[in-house]
């Protein structure tokens, strides 16, 4: 079992930066590929990307490559994503989801945080 906890949060104009944490407990967590959804009011959840367990490979949608970064630090049992040139469009919650597969990829998550709200104003 696995409790996700998302921070970090905010509003922010566009152009800027953000950082969002995700800390899970247990002590298995180099074991999960973590992965960064959001959801826009409206619209249906949306993959962002994933990280493996040792942080050495990621993926990102298109629609945030370049612009997007996922790390984490097992010791810290923490994912991160570090958004850069934020636009009105990256508006979400976003969350942090942890799976036991190895697919950097949107699919079969087993555990979700509660998410995290971004605005990005123009």
């Known amino acids: 079992q696995v409790q996700l906890a998302e921070s970090g949060g905010g509003l922010v104009q566009a152009g800027g930066s953000l950082r969002l944490s995700c800390a899970a407990s247990g002590r298995t967590f180099s074991r999960y590929v973590m992965g960064w959804f959001r959801q826009a009011p409206g619209k249906e959840r949306e993959f962002v990307g994933a990280?493996?367990?040792?942080?050495?490979?990621?993926a990102y949608a298109d629609s945030v490559k370049g612009r997007f970064t996922i790390s984490r630090d097992n010791a810290k049992n923490t994912v991160y994503l570090q958004m850069s040139s934020l636009k009105p469009e990256d508006t979400a919650v976003y969350y942090c989801?942890?799976?036991?597969?190895?697919?950097?990829?949107?699919?079969?998550?087993?555990?979700w945080g509660q998410g995290t709200q971004v605005t990005v104003s123009s």
């Open positions: 989801a942890a799976k036991v597969g190895v697919g950097l990829n949107a699919l079969s998550y087993d555990y």
């Open positions: 990280i493996n367990w040792s942080g050495s490979n990621t």
